[in-house]
């Protein structure tokens, strides 16, 4: 059993920075691909980032490639995203999830946290 703690979402100008934490806790996080989703309001929940087990692979998809960044510190059992020139179209809630394989595909992933709000103003 893993469990997942999403942190950091807030209000921020487009244009601007947040980093969003997600801690585990239960089984060994070091063996787990981890990613990030979020979901808008009236949208279905997508892919946004993942990364593999020892943090040396990375996906994005496109929409944020350059702007967003996943990473993790296995030793804190936290993984990361790193948000910056922020858009209003960012606005979702942003939720961390746990999973053997590194995938953008929303069933591969076992574990997921409860969510951050994020909100984009303009």
């Known amino acids: 059993q893993v469990q997942l703690v999403e942190s950091g979402g807030g209000l921020v100008q487009a244009g601007g920075s947040l980093r969003l934490s997600c801690a585990a806790s239960?089984?060994?996080?070091?063996?787990?691909?981890m990613a990030w989703f979020r979901q808008a309001p009236g949208n279905e929940r997508e892919f946004v980032a993942a990364?593999?087990?020892?943090?040396?692979?990375?996906t994005y998809v496109d929409s944020v490639k350059g702007r967003f960044t996943i990473s993790r510190l296995n030793a804190r059992s936290t993984v990361y995203l790193q948000l910056n020139s922020l858009k209003p179209e960012d606005t979702a809630v942003y939720y961390c999830?746990?999973?053997?394989?590194?995938?953008?595909?929303?069933?591969?992933?076992?574990?997921w946290g409860q969510g951050t709000q994020v909100t984009v103003s303009s």
């Open positions: 239960g089984r060994t996080f070091g063996s787990d691909a």
């Open positions: 990364i593999n087990w020892s943090g040396s692979s990375t």
């Open positions: 999830a746990a999973g053997r394989i590194t995938t953008r595909e929303l069933g591969g992933y076992d574990y």
